[in-house]
């Protein structure tokens, strides 16, 4: 299928899942409540429901979505193993440690730190993966890479179940929801930070894109070009650390969406990343809205957190890889 194609189709999708995201919830809004929006006649609680619940959530599933899936697709180049994601090497888990002792224990819901200490807990460790799995000279073991950042999401897994146990019964329902990736208490200005932190790290991003192709080859081939091969991996686990970082501070722990919005483009289109890219973001946008709709649906009270419903279907997916694939 061309690429004019594909990307028309998943435009179309995209515009239909935010439309349905704001439409449906507990209340499902009807054709006389749209008009009446439109119109400036609606009740002071429906544009309440609208404007200020149910438009920053859906916004900020999107962007969410598109963030985690654009992290997943730099991991994945940058190891050259299609397992890779921001949840499995760690990032997440520690960026959202770090977010959970801030929310946990000393603030009340500021929201213009939040993506620095995630992007601090992120960093420490995608680090702590790059250090265990660093050779010497600019060489990295690709294979070990992986199994580290099965240790350390597991290491700040277990630091983050303590914390809960410690936060203040106030506190608990607000932290454990987010940390289940709900996208519940969304608000605008949680919208307008993440928007200018993924307006700044896409931009460098597109920027820096001719080189993950590049990092295709293997290192010998990269380094007799020319290629930096360590400096320009470090650069990429940054970007791709400090997107999903950004993301897990105000969406929650979002996990697998960086690996199926990858596969998924991988899959419907070849060609350069410069041409892959955008697409992998429309998925990922895709994706969490329409988790993120299925949840509040599913249940006649109450609604699942996308965290949830994606690790649903993230979870075989990522076995079935696993078994198809010889080697991490």
């Known amino acids: 299928m061309k690429k004019k194609y594909i990307y028309s189709i998943f435009s179309v999708l995209l515009f239909f899942s935010l439309v349905i995201n704001i439409l449906f919830g507990r209340q499902i809004l009807n054709l006389t409540d749209i008009f009446a929006l439109m119109t400036g006649n609606a009740s002071t609680t429906l544009e309440l429901t609208v404007f200020e619940l149910r438009l920053p959530r859906t916004i900020l599933a999107a962007l969410g979505g598109a963030g985690l899936g654009a992290a997943g697709y730099l991991l994945q180049g940058v190891t050259r193993n299609d397992l890779a994601d ?6 997440n888990s520690g960026a959202g440690f770090f977010v959970l002792i801030y929310l946990g224990f000393f603030a009340q819901g500021s929201g213009f730190l ?4 995630a992007l601090a807990g992120g960093l420490l460790a995608v680090f702590a993966v790059y250090g265990i799995a660093h050779q010497r000279g600019p060489f990295l073991a690709l294979d070990k890479l992986l199994l580290a950042g099965i240790a350390v999401n597991a290491g700040f897994g277990a630091l983050t179940l303590l914390g809960t146990i410690r936060v203040a019964p106030d506190r608990y ?3 454990t929801n987010w940390l289940a990736g709900s996208l519940w208490g969304a608000s605008w200005s949680y919208v307008l930070i993440l928007l200018g932190w993924l307006v700044l790290l896409i931009g460098i991003t597109l920027v820096q894109l001719p080189y993950l192709d590049l990092l295709q ?4 081939q990269a380094l007799g070009i020319g290629v930096k091969v360590r400096r320009v991996r470090l650069r990429f686990l940054f970007l791709g650390a400090a997107l999903a970082a950004s993301c897990v501070a105000f969406c929650g722990n ?6 199926l919005a990858p596969h998924i483009t991988k899959t419907l289109l070849k060609g350069r990343t410069r041409q892959r890219f955008p697409l992998t973001l429309l998925i990922g946008a895709l994706i969490v809205l329409v988790a ?5 649906l599913i249940l006649t009270s ?3 957190p996308a965290g949830v419903m994606i690790a649903i279907c993230g979870a075989p997916y ?3 890889l696993l078994i198809q694939k010889p080697r991490l």
């Not at 921001?86 to 990032?91: K, N, P």
């Not at 080859?217 to 010998?220: A, P, Q, T, V, W």
């Not at 979002?254 to 690996?259: I, Q």
């Not at 993120?292 to 509040?296: A, F, S």
């Open 86 to 91: 921001a949840s499995l090497l760690g990032i």
């Open 114 to 117: 939040l993506p620095v200490l």
């Open 173 to 175: 329902r607000f932290v």
């Open 217 to 220: 080859l293997n290192d010998e």
């Open 254 to 259: 979002l996990a697998f969406v960086g690996l």
């Open 292 to 296: 993120d709709t299925l949840g509040r």
């Open 302 to 304: 109450g609604e699942l």
């Open 318 to 320: 990522f076995l079935i």
